[in-house]
C-alpha cells in the first residue's frame, strides 16, 4: 500500500510530500513559483537519464519564462492554449523524477503505446483506495522527452490504463 509524503511501500518507495496551496496561505502565485522551483530542480537543473538515455524538455515554446514540458505536468486540458492549473498535478511534481528514475526499482508497471503518431512509455504508480499517478515519456531517437503526468481520478480511468497494460502483456509474451 502506498501512501502519502514520504512513506513507503515495503522498503523501496519513498515518495517527496505533496506540495499544498494551503502551505502557501492560498497565495497562488507564490505556489506556482514553488512548484516551478521543483520542477527546475528535477528537470533542468539536473541531468536524469532513464534507461541511460538522458532526458531532456520541450522548451519552445517558453510559456512566462517556463519550460513547454513544466505547463504539461501542471495543467490539463485538450486545447494547448486554453489548458488550466491542475492542483492534483501541480501537488506531485515532485513524484515525477523519483518515477522515471526508480520505475524499475519499484515495480511500476510500464508499457509502450503510440499516441499521435509518437512513440509513448506509460509508467503508472498504482495506489491502493486513492489517485493512480502516471507519467508519460516521449521517445526520440537519442533521448527521452518527458510529456506529461497525470493522476488517474476516477476507475473507468484505471481500468482503460489496465486494459492497455494488460493488451502490451499479450503482445509480449505473443
Same mark, same amino acid.
Given at each position: 500500500?502506498?501512501?502519502y509524503?514520504?512513506?513507503?511501500?515495503?522498503?523501496?518507495?519513498?515518495?517527496p510530500?505533496?506540495?499544498?496551496?494551503?502551505?502557501?496561505?492560498?497565495?497562488?502565485?507564490?505556489?506556482?513559483?514553488?512548484?516551478?522551483?521543483?520542477?527546475? %530542480?528535477? @528537470?533542468?537543473?539536473?541531468?536524469?537519464?532513464?534507461?541511460?538515455?538522458?532526458?531532456?524538455?520541450?522548451? !519552445?515554446?517558453?510559456i512566462d519564462?517556463?519550460?513547454? =514540458?513544466?505547463? !504539461?505536468?501542471? !495543467?490539463?486540458? /485538450?486545447? $494547448?492554449?486554453?489548458?488550466?492549473? /491542475? @492542483?492534483?498535478?501541480?501537488? %506531485?511534481?515532485?513524484? &515525477?523524477?523519483?518515477?522515471?528514475?526508480?520505475?524499475? *526499482?519499484?515495480?511500476? +508497471?510500464?508499457?509502450?503505446?503510440?499516441? *499521435?503518431? +509518437?512513440?509513448?512509455?506509460?509508467?503508472?504508480?498504482?495506489?491502493?483506495?486513492?489517485? /493512480?499517478?502516471?507519467?508519460i515519456? /516521449?521517445?526520440? =531517437?537519442?533521448?527521452i522527452?518527458?510529456?506529461? &503526468? @497525470?493522476?488517474? $481520478?476516477?476507475? !473507468?480511468?484505471?481500468?482503460k490504463?489496465?486494459?492497455?497494460?494488460? &493488451?502490451?502483456? +499479450? =503482445?509480449r509474451? &505473443?
Amino acid at each position: 500500500m502506498f501512501l502519502y509524503g514520504g512513506v513507503k511501500m515495503g522498503d523501496k518507495l519513498k515518495l517527496p510530500n505533496l506540495i499544498i496551496l494551503e502551505s502557501f496561505n492560498g497565495v497562488f502565485q507564490a505556489y506556482f513559483e514553488a512548484v516551478y522551483e521543483i520542477f527546475k %530542480r528535477d @528537470f533542468v537543473d539536473s541531468k536524469p537519464v532513464f534507461n541511460k538515455k538522458q532526458l531532456r524538455l520541450k522548451t !519552445h515554446p517558453l510559456i512566462d519564462g517556463k519550460e513547454y =514540458t513544466f505547463y !504539461h505536468f501542471t !495543467h490539463s486540458g /485538450d486545447i $494547448e492554449n486554453e489548458r488550466l492549473p /491542475d @492542483f492534483r498535478r501541480m501537488e %506531485r511534481i515532485g513524484w &515525477a523524477k523519483p518515477v522515471i528514475e526508480e520505475y524499475n *526499482n519499484w515495480g511500476l +508497471k510500464i508499457w509502450p503505446q503510440i499516441r *499521435n503518431g +509518437k512513440d509513448r512509455l506509460c509508467i503508472w504508480l498504482e495506489f491502493e483506495n486513492d489517485l /493512480d499517478y502516471i507519467v508519460i515519456l /516521449d521517445v526520440r =531517437t537519442n533521448y527521452i522527452l518527458p510529456w506529461t &503526468a @497525470f493522476v488517474l $481520478e476516477y476507475e !473507468h480511468e484505471k481500468r482503460k490504463k489496465q486494459k492497455e497494460y494488460e &493488451a502490451y502483456l +499479450k =503482445t509480449r509474451t &505473443a
